[in-house]
């Protein structure tokens, strides 16, 4: 089965930028989504196809996927962007998630 | 704009069936590059993707579970469904539904949106 594998946390300052990052295989050959979770709440797709915004996410929001790393990055890092954030693909005939990563905004 | 709704039980015994429904509004079922999802997440954990129908009815399942689940869907009702046999403690989840969208090139494009989820607990 494919994995794709994000650290379990990063924290970042008010302001600052945080990097999460998501590693598969061959990830570059792959379109990547991503999601934020806040607390009790559903996912929220905030990048699709590597790098794109749907319409109501903050410019803040970007993505990137090369070689077997795509990365999501917060610019300008508010205390609302603390939330679980996940990675996905599709990977022959299957959906896969990535195991998640929680930013905490100190 | 779509919404998605689960509903269903809260509580199913071991060994017996999970039912789930998920129903569109804002929308057809029928229209769009759409395939309808489920997915789950158990409390404190990552997600799983669990499978999904386009709306030919025809279903992709996560292989791990493939075996015991069935996702169909009723365009007449607009929604979809999720059976899971045989349940173990281990099925106790937050079940979501989701439409995953492929673009107008026919590249995926992201699971959007995403209902509330149902939380459904395995237990006698």
């Known amino acids: 089965s494919y994995d794709l594998t994000q650290p379990p946390s990063v924290s970042v300052s008010p302001g600052q930028t945080a990097s999460i990052t998501c590693f598969g295989d061959?990830?570059?050959?792959?379109?990547v989504s991503w999601y934020r979770q806040g607390p009790g709440q559903s996912p929220v797709l905030v990048i699709y196809?590597?790098?794109e915004r749907p319409s109501g996410i903050p410019e803040r929001f970007s993505g990137s996927n090369s070689g077997n790393i795509a990365t999501l990055t917060i610019s300008g890092t508010q205390a609302l962007d603390e939330a679980d954030y996940y990675c996905?693909?599709?990977?022959?005939?299957?959906?896969?998630f990535g195991t998640g990563t929680k930013v905490t905004v100190l | 704009q779509v919404h998605l709704q689960e509903s269903g039980p809260g509580l199913v015994k071991p060994s017996q069936t999970l039912s789930l429904t998920c129903s569109v509004s804002?929308?057809?079922?029928?229209?769009?590059?759409?395939?309808w999802s489920w997915i789950r997440q158990p409390a404190g954990k990552g997600l799983e993707w669990i499978g999904r129908v386009f709306t030919s009815g025809i279903p992709t399942y996560n292989s791990s579970l493939m075996s015991r689940v069935t996702i169909s869907i009723d365009t007449s009702k607009n929604q979809f469904s999720l059976r899971l046999r045989s349940v173990t403690a281990a099925d106790t989840a937050v079940y979501y539904c989701a439409r995953y969208i492929y673009d107008l090139r026919n590249n995926p494009a992201g699971f959007d949106p995403w209902g509330q989820g149902h939380l459904v607990t395995v237990s006698s």
């Open positions: 061959e990830l570059e050959d792959k379109y």
């Open positions: 804002g929308g057809s079922i029928s229209s769009g590059n759409y395939y």
């Open positions: 196809q590597d790098i």
């Open positions: 996905q693909a599709w990977d022959t005939s299957s959906e896969v």
